[in-house]
């Protein structure tokens, strides 16, 4: 099975920034590699969407279109490690974060990540 941990959330005003990592690691990833790993976010109340997703193959991102232009995932392939950087974070953006992870394209394409994070929690004060 493949184990994700996520850092870096933490308590920031508007208009600042914060660095969200992710790490995969097990011994799944020893036969499958990863196809495309992902941010969701699930604010109090409401239910749990998606922010942002990066290929492990063939460079690609996506991103939900209230964070483009603010939010960029990157990824580091030798550790399977993905990034998110936060820019002009807003208090609509606080949430607890979640890392997701899939070694399947047709998951990806579904939007069905079989490997989840605990998440971290990431708060905007006004």
């Known amino acids: 099975q493949v184990h994700l941990v996520e850092s870096g959330g933490g308590l920031v005003q508007a208009g600042g920034s914060l660095k969200l990592s992710c790490a995969a690691s097990?011994?799944?990833?020893?036969?499958?590699?990863?196809?495309?790993m992902g941010w969701f976010r699930q604010a109090p109340g409401k239910e749990r969407e998606f922010v942002a997703a990066?290929?492990?193959?063939?460079?690609?991102?996506s991103y939900t279109d209230s964070v483009k232009g603010r939010f960029t995932i990157s990824r580091d392939t030798a550790l399977n490690t993905v990034y998110l950087q936060m820019n002009s974070l807003k208090p609509e953006d606080t949430a607890i974060y979640y890392c997701?992870?899939?070694?399947?394209?047709?998951?990806?394409?579904?939007?069905?990540?079989?490997?989840w994070g605990q998440g971290t929690q990431v708060t905007v004060s006004s």
């Open positions: 997701a992870a899939t070694t399947d394209s047709s998951r990806y394409r579904r939007m069905e990540y079989e490997y």
């Open positions: 990066i290929t492990w193959g063939a460079f690609s991102t």
């Open positions: 097990g011994r799944t990833l020893s036969y499958f590699s990863i196809h495309a």
